[in-house]
């Protein structure tokens, strides 16, 4: 038997070969699922989390996100990360490489490449709902008051996007044969390349991210004044409808705490 970073395994009689490391120092099959690994997950999430808390002290007082819209704003990026990272972990699994080696490859392309197609796709679906007017589907305005429907088909257009980025990242990754690069050989330790693959390298990497695309998705922070008149005019042409904008005017206290 092995522990749960992925030692060198004996074997046991009738295992399947793909559970049976090949090498010494060789990230077994399904390593990124032990409890080692889950607890690295864990603690990168909360890591990565707080970088976005972090943000939000830094964004200047007068357009200070208040903690529901931050919430709503983050929640979105939270779910497509989950997303690209359980992808990271399957694909990690499915051919005979170094699992270790093949996620952090696929984290590095999602890191760069997959980094600009998350902006044009962002880009690309606000040109589409600017054109079509679909007021409850710009990213960051969730209605006043907040309306979940704007929240969840936000949610699902992301969701989409990021479907399309892993896609894109997953052919190159196959046409370019880096799935054959082993970066990681020159460390024997299978708990230390765990702790690189999982939290060293995407410390570093998914601050950037998270902070980059934060800005992607929500709104652009705006003076008081000018949401106010915004809301002004929307409310003489619409009368009672719902307004999508930043309500900032009676959350202002809560957005300074």
């Not at 749960?4 to 295992?15: E, F, K, Q, T």
């Not at 793909?18 to 060789?26: I, N, Q």
């Not at 890191?111 to 709902?129: E, H, Q, W």
């Not at 922070?221 to 409808?241: P, Y």
Request: one cysteine or more; a positive charge; glycine letters at 8%.
């Amino acid at each position: 038997m092995q522990g749960p970073g992925g030692n060198v395994s004996r074997g046991l009689p009738g295992a399947p070969a793909s559970t049976v490391a090949s090498g010494a120092g060789r990230c077994e099959s399904g390593a990124l699922m032990h409890s080692f690994g889950i607890f690295l997950q864990g603690l990168l999430g909360v890591v990565a989390f707080s970088t976005l808390m972090l943000k939000r002290f830094r964004e200047p007082k007068h357009e200070r996100r208040p903690w529901r819209i931050w919430f709503l704003d983050t929640s979105k990026q939270a779910i497509g990360m989950l997303f690209i990272h359980f992808a990271n972990v399957y694909l990690a699994d499915l051919t005979e490489e170094d699992p270790c080696s093949l996620y952090l490859i696929n984290f590095l392309l999602d890191a760069t490449v997959g980094m600009l197609l998350i902006y044009v796709g962002v880009r690309a679906v606000s040109v589409l709902v600017e054109w079509q007017q679909w007021e409850s589907l710009r990213f960051g305005e969730y209605g006043d008051p907040l309306q979940c429907g704007a929240w969840v088909g936000q949610c699902a257009l992301y969701i989409v996007i990021m479907i399309f980025e892993k896609s894109v990242v997953f052919i190159v990754l196959l046409i370019l044969q880096w799935k054959k690069v082993a970066l990681l050989n020159p460390i024997e330790n299978p708990d230390l390349k765990l702790a690189i693959v999982m939290l060293i390298v995407p410390f570093f990497v998914n601050a950037f991210m998270f902070w980059a695309v934060d800005n992607f998705l929500m709104r652009k922070g705006k003076t008081k004044a000018k949401l106010e008149e915004r809301g002004a005019n929307q409310d003489s042409r619409n009368g009672s409808k719902v307004r999508y904008r930043r309500a900032a005017s009676h959350e202002e206290s809560e957005s300074e705490r």
